[in-house]
């Protein structure tokens, strides 16, 4: 039966609503075949329409399975540049070896990509008031207090804080620092925060 490959496709995805799981190339490549042979098929039936009318409800049938399968594959490639749009922001530029195992290649290129244009668009913001940018993957939910108390889950090394102090983070190690600066280490994994 035509599309049964992408509803499979589709359900997968819509398992895992919050996580993203590994690219799945097979399923994909055997979707995009699943294409190719129905369009081989439309192709010569709509040369042969000319003489046999009762083949054109069969091309239409076969043109409505293409396009429901090009329009469930593109939704499944958008759910996950989503997923990949939303990874940016809870890890930075840099991804972890686990997660960036789950992404394809261009999948990888469109998240540097991505990244890349995040970047340069936060350092343009402010440049017109003496600012050299904006930071806006910093503080993904407001901060409650100005500083906390974080757990070093590995060896760092040193961090140089806004104000110029360097706090050498190792591992099992407690620090008081500032929310800002912390944000990011704590989504990589790096600091922990004690409550």
């Known amino acids: 039966m035509f599309g049964e490959k992408v509803i499979e496709l589709l359900k997968e995805t ?13 399923k994909v490549r055997q979707i ?13 039936d709509a040369n042969a329409t000319t ?19 090009k329009r469930c ?12 749009r939303t990874l940016r922001w809870e890890f930075g530029s840099v991804l972890p070896p686990d997660v960036r195992e789950l992404l394809c290649d261009s999948e990888y290129d469109w998240f540097s ?9 936060m350092r343009s913001l ?18 409650k207090s100005l500083y906390i108390e974080v757990l070093c889950l590995s060896d760092y090394g ?12 190792k591992k099992n190690s407690r620090h008081f620092l500032p929310t800002s600066e912390c944000q990011t280490l704590i989504r990589q994994g790096v600091l922990k925060q004690i409550t």
């Open 51 to 69: 003489e046999n009318k009762s083949l054109w409800t069969a091309v239409q049938v076969r043109h409505a399975a293409l396009e429901r399968n």
């Open 158 to 169: 040193k961090l140089e804080l806004e104000d110029g102090d360097v706090v050498l983070l």
């Open 32 to 44: 995009i075949e699943e294409m190719h042979v129905l369009f081989k098929m439309n192709m010569t």
């Open 14 to 26: 819509e398992r895992n609503r919050d996580t993203i799981d590994q690219y799945n190339d097979e």
């Open 73 to 84: 594959l593109l939704a499944y490639l958008y759910s996950r540049m989503t997923k990949i």
């Open 126 to 143: 402010g440049q017109d008031i003496g600012y050299s940018g904006i930071d806006l993957t910093e503080n993904l939910r407001p901060p």
């Open 113 to 121: 990509k991505y990244s890349t244009n995040l970047a340069s668009y």
